[in-house]
């Protein structure tokens, strides 16, 4: 089964597509205000700006953990 899904010969029912899209934005939403939290505590802790210091580390931290958060929820599911 994990193969016909590797090499595409498997198709995902509507829910199935629905629910690990959902429980992809969702989990990343989660850790993605605990990041943006943190970075805006460091930064205002270190003087920085958090306009310059805490929008490119959300960004790439979320653009990296999107990816891991969304394979994860598809091996849980499929």
Known sequence: MARAYALGDAALSLVTVVFVATASGLLLAVVAVAIATTATYAAYRLR???DDVVIPIV?????VLGVVVFLLVVGATV
């Not at 960004?59 to 653009?63: E, F, H, K, L, S």
């Open 48 to 50: 920085l700006d958090p």
């Open 59 to 63: 960004t790439t931290t979320c653009d």
